[in-house]
């Protein structure tokens, strides 16, 4: 049995017959480490970083009451953006993709909402930039795919081939190549209006829900989200449900080399024996299979025809329509009228509903969010006020807390294909409902918050939490580290499949979800010495860059990665001070802008050499400020300057302002702007700041726990100074 770090024992134990969970050990604040006698207050001399000048009694004063000011204002203005229910929801915003698809399907299914359309070419036009193109990140360069779907929907939408604004999104759609250069999923989309061939679309066969667990790669070896774009796709694939728009609109100025089969076809590896190569003979005979398919002569494609459909049906019920994600939720639509759904069918009524529900509409503009982030939006917000100071029995808080402990999955969704584990069902997801797929990520960062407020019920809040924390440990994978959704679904060879060209067939396990995890087990006083504890450190150890950042999977980018790395490895106690960890520190105040605050852009997951360059965020400085804020060192200048510029660039509301994207969604294609994140996290920043100044001016006990206070060590210089290698 391992031992907790006062030597009692931890919630959760190693045996020889597995893992035994037993009752957490309370803790009273989130960030309740204790004080670490080789992290506290030790500067390190380096090229990285600057000295403290002196500072005034006045200076400091002020410092301080700037600080209180920031957190009350930011506190105020969170609470007011409650909603009346209990929980907190910001926008997602993304690129003009969603709604330049939404123009597409409305020609493809003949009912065109004039007013509607009028609304979108506003919203597509408002987007555009300079050269001609559209990007999917802000302050991103033109991109091949969002620039010929801004310009097909413009041009359904009658917008002149001759207006300077189409000309200009012509030139730059044919500097990339044009239409071949397009992706799978785009190509599809086109196909669908009769503007691709299909013979050069990959086939994606519905046979694959017919391959067993049994064989080395199957369905469910794919990511979750790729199985809910992935099934109505094969439905699609099969019927090829082409109609031409009515307008006559084509896209044959955007075929540079016209439809010749050496551009369209997808390019071959120029080694003979790869496995791409095998993947795209593999299609040829997919393809093939398909002629005899089309006419009913096909041993397999009924029957899988049938599970496909059932399937997508099924995964229907408790969701805010298919996987609650508007990829999947427009394939299905798409799906069902392929099926010969009529348009008053119940689930094309429903389907048709959920997407609507996705529109922000106004008198000028239409935007469509990707999805709704209520359930992450909130536990984050609850961690945040929480922390910042307002008591554990504030009415607000009580009711955010309830309102989670009410959205948790308690049914065996997809999750049980990759994690066969005999454990309690539980879970949260990402949006309202969901049921199939709740994940990692918003099941750690929910227990985080649940841990902070007892509730009206403690007795219900701890089973509640002990049933998410022992579903969520099931989850990890081989190597050490956590996913998002799925165990282990890390077979590169999907990656190869011709289709997979929208870089999200798997779920690999990530630096910053490992982290968060490891982050609440030391909260929770589970023992260095765990095995899954010690297996996450290897990972985490193993994840890291030459230059000390960890890459950030779900936020942007190395600031996110290291900030997470950095908070997690502190909430575990570990000494702060070993060479691994000033690394990081170090990097994060190399990356320090002039103005004080800290930004990375997306082009980081294009070319590490962008690192830290981009225009200075409150989210991203937020991140950087807690990650130094993890080495107890409230006198760092960098540090300092951070908080100045948090404090600084807040509004009188509460609020900040952000105009950058700093959420991941499938790097190198989607990305996403919560628009939560720019005013919750520099509230966590600032309070997790204004603890760390008061521990390290409060005075010591001379025990804790009946043993002497590992802070008292830290005034013999010895161990002050160890670790400095």
Not at 89 to 102: A, R
Not at 394 to 400: E, S, T
Not at 667 to 687: E, G, H, I, Q, S
Request: charged fraction near 25%; charge should be neutral; aromatic fraction near 12%.
């Amino acid at each position: 049995m391992q031992c907790g770090k006062d030597g009692s024992t931890p919630f959760l134990t190693s045996t020889k017959m597995g893992t035994r969970w037993n009752a957490p050990l309370p803790q009273e604040i989130l960030y309740s480490f204790a004080i670490n006698p080789q992290s506290l207050r030790v500067l390190i001399d380096s090229a990285t970083r600057m000295q403290p000048e002196p500072v005034t009694a006045g200076v400091q004063l002020e410092f301080f009451r700037d600080l209180e000011t920031a957190i009350g204002r930011s506190q105020q203005y969170l609470l007011r953006e409650q909603k009346p229910e209990g929980f907190w929801v910001g926008e997602l915003m993304v690129d003009s993709t969603l709604v330049s698809d939404t123009v597409a399907f409305q020609h493809w299914n003949r009912s065109v909402d004039k007013a509607w359309q009028r609304k979108a070419v506003n919203h597509i036009f408002s987007m555009q930039l300079p050269d001609g193109g559209w990007n999917i990140y802000h302050g991103g360069p033109s991109e091949v795919n969002a620039t010929i779907k801004a310009y097909l929907a413009l041009k359904l939408a009658g917008v002149p081939v001759t207006d300077p604004r189409m000309l200009k999104a012509r030139e730059v759609a044919l500097h990339f190549g044009g239409v071949p250069r397009m992706n799978t999923f785009s190509k599809l989309y086109l196909a669908l209006l009769g503007l691709f061939p299909w013979q050069y679309v990959p086939t994606i066969p519905c046979e694959v829900l017919l391959i067993g667990k049994w064989f080395h790669v199957n369905f469910w070896d794919m990511s979750n989200w790729s199985r809910g774009m992935i099934v109505p796709l094969s439905i699609i694939n099969h019927f090829k449900p082409t109609r031409p728009p009515e307008n006559k609109v084509n896209l044959d100025e955007l075929y540079p080399e016209g439809m010749h089969e050496r551009d369209l076809a997808p390019a071959r590896d120029p080694q003979r024996f790869t496995l791409r190569n095998f993947f795209l003979w593999l299609d040829s005979l997919h393809k093939f299979a398909e002629r005899f398919a089309r006419r009913g002569v096909h041993p397999f494609r009924p029957r899988a025809l049938k599970r496909a459909e059932e399937w997508m049906l099924e995964r229907f019920e408790g969701s805010d329509g298919l996987a609650a994600i508007f990829p999947a939720m427009l394939n299905a639509l798409i799906a069902l009228k392929a099926l010969g759904y009529p348009d008053d069918h119940p689930q094309v009524v429903r389907a048709t509903h959920e997407l609507k529900k996705l529109e922000h509409e106004t008198r000028d503009s239409v935007r469509i969010e990707p999805c709704f982030s209520p359930v992450w939006d909130t536990a984050i917000v609850l961690m945040c006020l929480a922390e910042s100071g307002l008591p554990d029995h504030h009415p607000k808080l009580v009711q955010a807390a309830e309102w989670l402990m009410g959205m948790e999955i308690r049914f065996r969704g997809d999750w049980k294909y990759k994690n066969p584990a005999k454990v309690e069902p539980s879970g949260w997801v990402f949006e309202y409902n969901n049921k199939w797929n709740p994940d990692v990520d918003d099941t750690a960062m929910v227990l985080l918050a649940l841990r902070k407020i007892p509730t009206s019920n403690p007795k219900k809040r701890d089973e509640c939490f002990q049933r998410g924390l022992k579903w969520m440990m099931t989850f990890q994978c081989k190597d050490g580290g956590w996913a998002a959704f799925d165990k282990d679904c890390t077979k590169n060879i999907l990656e190869k499949v011709p289709f997979a060209d929208h870089n999200a067939m798997l779920d690999p396990e990530c630096a910053d979800i490992t982290a968060r995890i490891l982050e609440l087990l030391g909260y929770e006083n589970v023992s260095t010495e765990h095995p899954q504890v010690q297996d996450a450190l290897q990972y985490i150890r193993k994840q890291q860059e030459h230059d000390g950042s960890w890459y950030g999977r779900w936020g942007v980018n190395y600031i996110y990665g290291t900030w997470q790395v950095l908070r997690g490895i502190r909430a575990l106690n570990l000494n702060m001070n070993q060479p691994w960890l000033l690394r990081a520190r170090a990097w994060l105040e190399s990356v320090q802008h002039e103005d004080g605050g800290w930004g990375e852009r997306c082009n980081t997951y294009d070319d590490p050499v962008f690192k830290g360059r981009g225009p200075s965020t409150a989210s991203q400085t937020a991140w950087a400020v807690m990650g130094l804020c993890a080495f107890d060192d409230p006198e760092n200048p960098a540090l300092k300057r951070g908080i100045e510029y948090l404090t600084r660039t807040q509004n009188g509301d509460g609020s900040w302002t952000e105009h950058e994207t700093t959420g991941t969604g499938f790097p190198k294609v989607f990305y996403l702007k919560y628009d939560m994140y720019r005013n919750a996290w520099p509230l966590l920043a600032l309070a997790t700041y204004k603890k760390i100044s008061e521990r390290a001016v409060a005075p010591w006990p001379a025990e804790i726990n009946g043993k002497p206070h590992p802070g008292m060590e830290d005034r013999n210089p010895a161990v002050k100074n160890a670790g400095h290698d």
